[in-house]
């Protein structure tokens, strides 16, 4: 079973920055998509960013300019740098992965359990 585990949230004045940071343990063979995304009270989860295993990155419109995404292969582990944090960025942040524990299985999707970030005005 792989498990994905969220850390770096937190409560931050507007303008202000942090870090995410989400490792994937267990048995894995490969990692394929690893994305961000988060969910606001009475909101739907949505994408904030995803990074390809290739390295090409997605990101939400709202945090174009702001959000940076990147991961290290080695450590099986995405990252989400917050700069210029807004009110509006505040939401619990879900890691999300593909995975694939063997060679001649399929990619499996998984959830992180989330970690809560709160941007104060």
């Known amino acids: 079973q792989v498990q994905l585990v969220e850390s770096g949230g937190g409560l931050v004045q507007a303008g202000g920055s942090l870090r995410l940071s989400c490792a994937a343990s267990?048995?894995?063979?490969?990692?394929?998509?690893m994305g961000w995304y988060r969910q606001a009270p009475g909101k739907q989860r949505e994408l904030v960013a995803d990074?390809?295993?290739?390295?090409?990155?997605n990101y939400a419109d709202s945090v174009k300019g702001r959000f940076t995404i990147s991961r290290d292969y080695a450590k099986n582990t995405v990252y989400l740098q917050m700069d210029s944090l807004e009110p509006e960025d505040t939401a619990v942040y879900f890691c999300?992965?593909?995975?694939?524990?063997?060679?001649?299985?399929?990619?499996?999707?998984?959830w992180g359990q989330g970690t809560q970030v709160t941007v104060s005005s």
């Open positions: 999300n992965a593909d995975v694939k524990e063997y060679y001649y299985r399929a990619y499996v999707n998984y």
């Open positions: 267990g048995i894995i063979f490969r990692i394929n998509d």
């Open positions: 990074i390809s295993r290739g390295g090409n990155t």
